[in-house]
Each structure stands twice: as C-alpha cells, then as structure tokens.
C-alpha cells in the first residue's frame, strides 16, 4: 500500500507564508514526478506545481515567482515553499505522486488526503 500524507497547512494572514510537505510511505520502487494541486469551494482541482525525478519544475501562472516546489528524493518528500500569500490561494492542498511498486512496473497517480490552507486577516 501507498500511501501520501500532507502537513503544513493553517492559517496564515496575507502576505505570510507556509511550507506544505508531503511524504510517500509503503510499498514503493520509484516516484516519478510529484505535484501539488489545490482545490477551492466550487472551483475544480488545479496543478499548482510539478516536480519531475530530476528536479525539473513547472507553475501555475498564478503563483510563479511565490511558491517553489522541491523534492528529497532520500525520503520520498515533496514541498511546496508558499511566500506572499493571498486570499485567493485559499484552499485544500493536495499531493500527488506518479509512483510504481516493487511487483509491478506499472506507474500510479497516489493522493494525499489533503492539508486546508486558509488566508485571512
């Protein structure tokens, strides 16, 4: 089993900022590429950021130049570094790993339960 636990998220006033981690456990060979999505009330799931094995990022437009996503390969974690954030980058954030098994090479998308990131003065 695989599986993808967040942590990080909370209140935060505009203009803070928050570190996401997200960390693969259980039976896994390799991850490929992992990414963080967020989801706000009524609105569909976006990729915020992606991260391949090699370290190769990718942004959404919206959040270029304030969040960094990274990877420690070494323990199976993605982050997500939020700085100057605003009210609109309220939502759940969840991550997602492209991640294969020891018996099977066969890839998988694996999500976290999700971390609420809330900003609000």
């Known amino acids: 089993q695989v599986q993808l636990v967040e942590s990080g998220g909370g209140l935060v006033q505009p203009g803070g900022s928050l570190r996401l981690s997200c960390a693969a456990s259980?039976?896994?060979?390799?991850?490929?590429?992992m990414a963080w999505y967020r989801q706000a009330p009524g609105k569909q799931r976006e990729l915020v950021a992606r991260i391949t094995s090699g370290g190769s990022t990718n942004y959404a437009d919206s959040v270029k130049g304030r969040f960094t996503i990274s990877r420690d390969n070494a323990k199976n974690t993605v982050y997500l570094q939020m700085n100057s954030l605003k009210s609109e980058d309220t939502a759940v954030y969840y991550c997602?790993?492209?991640?294969?098994?020891?018996?099977?090479?066969?890839?998988?998308?694996?999500w976290g339960q999700g971390t609420q990131v809330t900003v609000s003065s």
């Open positions: 259980g039976s896994i060979s390799r991850i490929n590429a």
């Open positions: 997602n790993g492209d991640i294969s098994r020891p018996e099977s090479p066969w890839y998988s998308g694996y």
